[in-house]
């Protein structure tokens, strides 16, 4: 069996453009745009999944197709926190497993040849940062923990609660 790559991300949103241009700074690391194309009425979804290196406002603003999301437009906003001061290598990785996984509607690229054996851990956050307790309708689809061995998918949600 070749060598498995974990991966957690901290992902935090549901932001607006305007919340990214008032932080222009927030940048490195994936990406969802979410939210619905011209004529669609089904729920908003998970339509295109990136990577960036630089600003996420930037890129989303200069980003070809999030511009067709015409309804509903929102970013949720990825962390790489392992491994630690994750190179554009993990990015990629990572980018690939949901991508495969997920499959979003605007990707064109990396659907249709299975990652690497990866495990990626998906923590969810509210904009202020605070953990969130219940899953938002628009990723419950996707699963707080997605592993590829090479063959086979496990998948599955975390609980969350405190010891309060």
């Excluded at 009425?41 to 960036?52: N, P």
């Excluded at 938002?136 to 998918?153: C, E, F, M, P, Q």
Aim: glycine residues 6%; hydrophobic residues 30%.
């Amino acid at each position: 069996m070749s060598s498995h790559n974990t991966i957690i991300i901290n992902w935090s949103g549901p932001f607006t453009y305007e919340d990214l241009e008032n932080n222009p700074d927030e940048s490195n690391g994936l990406y969802l745009a979410t939210g619905k194309l011209k004529n669609q009425r089904k729920e908003d979804e998970i339509k295109y999944c990136g990577i960036t290196e630089g600003s996420f406002f930037k890129r989303l603003k200069e980003h070809h197709k999030i511009g067709k999301i015409t309804q509903n437009q929102q970013f949720w906003l990825g962390k790489v926190i392992f491994p630690e001061n994750a190179s554009r290598h993990y990015l990629e990785i990572a980018e690939s497993l949901i991508i495969y996984f997920w499959q979003p509607e605007l990707n064109t690229r990396k659907k249709v040849f299975p990652p690497k054996p990866t495990t990626v851990i998906n923590y969810w956050f509210k904009k202020n940062g605070e953990p969130r307790f219940n899953q938002k309708a628009i990723y419950k689809d996707l699963d707080d923990v997605l592993s590829w061995d090479g063959d086979l998918w496990r998948t599955g949600n975390l609980t969350v609660y405190s010891n309060d």
